[in-house]
C-alpha cells in the first residue's frame, strides 16, 4: 500500500515571508504529485501539480519534485494570510487513485 | 456555479440505520470517487466509479456500498451505520483515470453517526 507523509504537521510563517512544506512518498512508480488547499469547512481545491522530475513554477508557488528520493515540496512566496489552511500531497497512481498525505496546517501570522 | 454538488451537507444517523449520502457533477466527467476525511487524517479512498451503473472498491471499502446510476450522480450507501463512521465524506469527479487528471471535490457531508 502505498504511503504520503507530510512534514511539518503545522507551521506559522509571517506575513510575506516563505512557507516551505514538504511531502515524501513510498512508490517512485507514482505518475504525478498534486498540492491541493483546504479552507475549513470546504473541499480541497487543486493548487498545483508536477509530473516530472525537477521544479515548476506558478505565480508566487514553486513545487520541486526528486523521485530517486521520493520528496516533494511547496514553496509559497511573500505568504498572504489568505494563504492560512490546509495543504495536502497527493500522489496519483494509475487508474486516476490519488493517495493523500495526512496535512500540513499552514498559518500566516499578520 | 459549483460543480460538485452534495447533499446533505450534514446528517446524524443512529447506529444501525441507514444512511445514503448523495452527489452530483456537472462537469460531464466520467470519473467519480468517494472519500472519508477523520481529523488528523488525509482523505482515503472507500468507492469509485468508471462509468455510469459500475462500481470499484478503494482502499477502505469494508461498510460501505456505492452506486452510479448515471454520468453526473454517485451515491455511499451505509447500510448499518457505526460510530466508527463518523467522518466528513468528500465526493470527486475527474475526467481522466491515468493518473495524471485534476479531481474536483465537492464540499463535503459530515456525518455523525451516535
Known amino acids: 500500500q502505498e504511503k504520503v507523509q507530510q512534514s511539518p504537521e503545522s507551521l506559522i510563517v509571517p506575513e510575506g515571508a516563505m512557507s516551505s512544506l514538504n511531502c515524501t512518498f513510498s512508490?517512485?512508480?507514482?505518475?504525478s504529485i498534486w498540492w491541493y488547499q483546504q479552507h475549513p469547512g470546504k473541499g480541497p481545491e487543486a493548487l498545483i501539480s508536477i509530473f516530472s522530475n525537477g521544479n515548476k513554477k506558478e505565480g508566487r508557488l514553486t513545487v520541486y519534485l526528486n523521485r530517486a528520493s521520493l520528496h516533494v515540496s511547496l514553496h509559497i512566496r511573500d505568504s498572504q494570510p489568505s494563504d492560512s489552511a490546509v495543504y495536502l500531497c497527493a500522489v496519483g497512481y494509475n487508474q486516476g487513485k490519488l493517495i493523500f498525505g495526512q496535512g500540513t496546517k499552514l498559518s500566516i501570522k499578520p | 456555479e459549483a460543480a460538485v454538488t452534495q447533499s446533505p451537507r450534514s446528517k446524524v444517523a443512529v447506529t444501525g440505520g441507514k444512511v445514503t449520502l448523495s452527489c452530483h457533477q456537472t462537469?460531464?466527467?466520467?470519473?467519480m470517487y468517494w472519500y472519508r476525511q477523520d481529523t488528523g487524517h488525509g482523505l482515503r479512498l472507500i468507492h469509485y466509479?468508471?462509468?455510469?451503473?459500475?462500481?470499484e472498491k478503494g482502499d477502505i471499502p469494508d461498510g460501505y456500498k456505492a452506486s452510479r446510476p448515471s454520468q453526473e450522480n454517485f451515491s455511499l450507501i451505509l447500510e448499518l451505520a457505526s460510530l466508527s463512521q463518523t467522518a466528513v465524506y468528500f465526493c470527486?469527479?475527474?475526467?481522466?483515470?491515468?493518473?495524471?487528471?485534476?479531481?474536483?471535490f465537492g464540499p463535503g457531508t459530515r456525518l455523525t453517526v451516535l
Open positions: 462537469n460531464n466527467h466520467d470519473y
Open positions: 512508490n517512485s512508480a507514482s505518475q
Open positions: 470527486a469527479s475527474s475526467d481522466d483515470t491515468g493518473g495524471y487528471a485534476e479531481q474536483f
Open positions: 466509479s468508471y462509468v455510469a451503473d459500475s462500481t
